[in-house]
C-alpha cells in the first residue's frame, strides 16, 4: 500500500535542530531542493549515512504521474492531517527502491502545483522535517513518515519555489501502522 500526504501549506512545525555525534541520518545536512531536483541518500545496515549525498535530476516514473493525477484531483484539506492516506493504482505500480537508500525527488505539476516524493529502502520508517517557499515566503509545513520499502508522496496546491528538508531520522514501525503527519 502507497501512502500519500497531503499536505497543508498553512502548518507550522517547530523542529529543535539535534547534535549527534555519529553520522547518522540525524546528522545528515539540511537539502534544499528546487522544482526539478532530486537527492539519493545513502545508509549502512542501522542509520549511518555512507558518503555525501548525491544530487541528480528529478525523473517522473509512471507511478508519480498516476499519484500526481490523484492528487491534483483532491481538495486540498483545510488544516493538518494527522495520517496519511493510502494510494492505489491499476494503472501502474512503484519502482523498487534499493536497500539502504532514501531517493528524494522535488516535482513541478504544470506549474501550479508540488509534489515531493521520498522512497524509503530502509527497513525503518523515516521521519523528518520540511520548510517550504511560496511567494518569497518560507515556513515550515507538514510532512508524513514514510514506512519502509515504499514511497511517500507529499502535495501542495501551489507552486513551490523551494523545499528544505531537515531532521532524517529513522523510527521504530509496525506492519499495518498507518504514517503519521506532523
Known sequence: MIWQGIAYAGALVAAAPQTVAA????SVAPISLVPGEAVTLRFDDGDVAVGAPERGTAAWSRFDVVAARQLTGTTPPDAPVPVGTPMHSDEA???PIPSGEVHIRFLSIAGRHSMLVVEN???RALRYRARMTVGGRTHATDVCVVLPHLPSYEHWP???QRLELSDFRFIPWTQGQAPTCE
Not at 23 to 26: G, H, I, K, L, R
Open 121 to 123: 529502502g530502509q527497513g
Open 93 to 95: 505500480s512503484p519502482d
Open 23 to 26: 553520522p547518522s541520518a540525524q
Open 158 to 160: 501551489d507552486p513551490v
